[in-house]
């Protein structure tokens, strides 16, 4: 029996074996698969960034020996002073808002944002299944085919092909001789030769094949319950179910590499796994995590944390759909418009996006949130930026407060930023004067972290950031603004 070791390496690392044999596998953005054959076969998993922190469960499929198709779970522990509690309280977070980072996508983002989510959870829920769904009526219409070549017989006049001497003679039983008679033998003319012919087909894979098969059993058995999650839709399997069947070959051939793939036999092999993700997420009881960069995942909650916050403040937000950004919300406070950006990117093209053109004259900045309040046409900003480092020190601030400071422009050449703020989950040392440096830290984290005393961490997120609406970004106080 085939018995296969997959090893994570990384800041935490962890080791499983599977047994069975694998079948290919679909890492997160920022994971390399390295597979080496030795004393056993192992396959290494290693994140291409030396600055990321993997954290999470790692869904690994593979098929068993009676060759039915089975997952098993690869876990990856966070590191201190992460607590699972933390991990798994910002994930639930995000993924009940529709910002929860990609098991499997490139973009490493979920594609649904803040205001789907509010309009239709069942969405949400079924968003990877829709993808299925798609994909699977697409290849249906037009499925891809794959050139190769064939041996087959052919008349002797035929022009088919390229005619095979060596394999005409072993059909035969005797040797021939098509161009002359040797000497002391008879000519043997057949009336049939082997020929090398070209060839097309449709293109199976027995990995897609089990994949789909398992998400369609898998969904069925969930949707039987719409509670665990939704109500699942009666027709929204049966092309995924037709794929499964289409894509399995008969005769049993070994799979190409995924590489060698048609691209839409990729994207919904990712979209299957993706969905098996989502459904054991579903399980009663069931509280892990996908494997994900742990800093993606704490830079998408820090802004979802500051989107909660402002609307405790302000009332619910105007939020925007579809415009590039994951959160895009406005308030109307007193006279002042207020209006979030998760994330933005300010290039050397003039951008109006915040009702004056700005713009950087440094490099390209994408700070993870920006807040603006315009009155008029005077527009001031300030920024918040979750770093991927346990704590900040005043260097680091220094270094990365004033690319925003001085690196944004408005048109008139005047520095709009008021303001910017890093945050970090252990926060860290206050520049030396805050109010005229235009520079501070926050600490965050969804429970207080474990070890030193609150005061060791300076000042909190929501303390931070109601500190900077009323005083770089001049808002009223929330209990005197309308909501």
Same mark, same amino acid.
């Given at each position: 029996?085939?018995?296969?070791?997959?090893?994570?390496?990384?800041?935490?690392? *962890?080791?499983?074996?599977?047994?069975? /044999? @694998? %079948?290919?596998?679909? !890492?997160?953005?920022?994971?390399?698969?390295?597979?080496? #054959?030795?004393?056993?076969?192992?396959?290494?998993?290693?994140?291409?960034?030396?600055?990321?922190?993997?954290?999470?469960?790692?869904?690994?499929?593979?098929?068993?020996?009676?060759?039915s198709?089975?997952?098993?779970?690869?876990?990856?522990?966070?590191?201190?002073?992460?607590?699972?509690?933390?991990?798994?309280?910002?994930?639930?977070?995000?993924?009940?808002?529709?910002?929860?980072?990609?098991?499997?996508?490139?973009?490493g983002?979920?594609?649904?944002?803040?205001?789907?989510?509010?309009?239709?959870?069942?969405?949400?829920?079924?968003?990877?299944?829709? *993808?299925?769904?798609?994909?699977?009526? /697409? @290849? %249906?219409?037009?499925? !891809?085919?794959?050139?190769?070549s064939?041996?087959?017989? #052919?008349?002797?006049?035929?022009?088919?092909?390229?005619?095979?001497?060596?394999?005409?003679?072993?059909?035969l039983?005797?040797?021939?001789?098509?161009?002359?008679?040797?000497?002391?033998?008879?000519?043997?003319?057949?009336?049939?030769?082997?020929?090398?012919?070209?060839?097309?087909g449709?293109?199976?894979?027995?990995?897609?094949?089990?994949?789909?098969?398992?998400?369609?059993?898998?969904?069925?058995?969930?949707?039987?319950?719409?509670?665990?999650?939704?109500?699942?839709?009666?027709?929204?399997?049966?092309?995924l179910?037709?794929?499964?069947?289409?894509?399995?070959?008969?005769?049993?051939?070994?799979? @190409?590499p995924?590489?060698?793939?048609?691209?839409?036999?990729?994207?919904?092999?990712?979209?299957?796994?993706?969905?098996?993700?989502?459904?054991?997420?579903?399980?009663?009881?069931?509280?892990?995590?996908?494997?994900?960069?742990?800093?993606?995942?704490y830079?998408?909650?820090?802004?979802?944390?500051v989107?909660?916050?402002?609307?405790?403040?302000?009332?619910?937000?105007?939020?925007?759909?579809?415009?590039?950004?994951?959160?895009?919300?406005?308030?109307?406070?007193?006279?002042?418009?207020?209006?979030?950006?998760?994330?933005?990117?300010?290039?050397?093209?003039?951008?109006?996006?915040?009702?004056?053109?700005?713009?950087?004259?440094?490099s390209?900045?994408?700070?993870?949130?920006?807040?603006?309040?315009?009155?008029?046409?005077?527009?001031?900003?300030?920024?918040?930026?979750?770093?991927?480092?346990?704590?900040?020190?005043?260097?680091?601030?220094?270094?990365?407060?004033?690319?925003?400071l001085?690196?944004?422009?408005?048109?008139?050449?005047?520095?709009?930023v008021r303001?910017?703020?890093?945050?970090?989950?252990?926060?860290?040392?206050?520049?030396?004067?805050?109010?005229?440096?235009?520079?501070?830290?926050?600490?965050?984290?969804?429970?207080?972290?474990?070890?030193?005393?609150?005061?060791?961490?300076?000042?909190?997120?929501?303390?931070?950031?109601?500190?900077?609406?009323?005083?770089?970004?001049?808002?009223?106080?929330?209990?005197?603004?309308?909501?």
């Amino acid at each position: 029996m085939t018995h296969t070791q997959v090893r994570f390496e990384g800041v935490s690392e *962890a080791v499983v074996d599977v047994p069975g /044999r @694998l %079948l290919p596998l679909i !890492p997160p953005p920022g994971i390399e698969v390295r597979r080496s #054959a030795g004393a056993r076969d192992e396959v290494v998993l290693r994140r291409s960034d030396p600055f990321s922190a993997f954290v999470g469960r790692f869904s690994i499929p593979y098929v068993t020996e009676n060759g039915s198709i089975d997952v098993t779970f690869l876990n990856v522990p966070p590191a201190e002073p992460w607590r699972w509690s933390d991990i798994q309280s910002m994930w639930s977070d995000l993924l009940s808002s529709g910002q929860a980072p990609s098991a499997s996508r490139a973009g490493g983002h979920s594609e649904v944002g803040i205001a789907r989510v509010r309009h239709d959870r069942d969405a949400l829920d079924w968003l990877p299944l829709n *993808a299925c769904n798609a994909i699977s009526r /697409r @290849l %249906l219409a037009r499925w !891809p085919q794959v050139s190769g070549s064939k041996v087959a017989l #052919a008349p002797l006049e035929s022009a088919r092909g390229n005619e095979l001497v060596e394999r005409t003679e072993e059909w035969l039983g005797t040797r021939i001789s098509l161009l002359t008679v040797e000497h002391g033998e008879q000519r043997v003319v057949p009336e049939m030769t082997a020929r090398r012919v070209a060839d097309s087909g449709p293109w199976k894979s027995q990995a897609l094949a089990l994949v789909s098969g398992l998400v369609v059993r898998s969904a069925r058995a969930r949707g039987a319950d719409p509670t665990r999650a939704g109500e699942l839709p009666t027709h929204l399997l049966r092309p995924l179910e037709a794929v499964s069947q289409l894509a399995r070959s008969s005769r049993g051939e070994v799979d @190409l590499p995924i590489s060698s793939w048609p691209p839409s036999f990729v994207l919904l092999y990712r979209y299957c796994i993706e969905a098996l993700v989502m459904l054991q997420s579903h399980e009663p009881g069931n509280d892990w995590v996908p494997l994900a960069d742990l800093w993606r995942i704490y830079e998408a909650w820090v802004a979802l944390r500051v989107f909660n916050i402002l609307e405790s403040r302000y009332g619910v937000a105007d939020i925007a759909d579809g415009d590039g950004h994951r959160i895009s919300a406005s308030w109307q406070v007193g006279s002042c418009l207020l209006r979030m950006f998760h994330p933005h990117t300010f290039g050397g093209t003039p951008d109006d996006t915040f009702g004056v053109e700005l713009r950087s004259v440094t490099s390209e900045l994408e700070p993870d949130i920006v807040l603006s309040t315009s009155v008029g046409d005077v527009v001031r900003l300030a920024i918040l930026d979750p770093k991927n480092r346990l704590s900040i020190d005043r260097g680091t601030l220094a270094v990365e407060a004033s690319k925003y400071l001085w690196g944004i422009r408005n048109d008139a050449n005047e520095l709009p930023v008021r303001c910017v703020v890093l945050v970090a989950p252990r926060g860290g040392a206050a520049s030396i004067d805050p109010h005229l440096s235009g520079m501070s830290v926050a600490w965050a984290m969804p429970e207080q972290p474990a070890g030193p005393h609150q005061a060791e961490f300076g000042t909190s997120l929501s303390e931070a950031l109601s500190r900077l609406l009323t005083e770089a970004l001049e808002l009223p106080n929330p209990t005197t603004a309308p909501h």
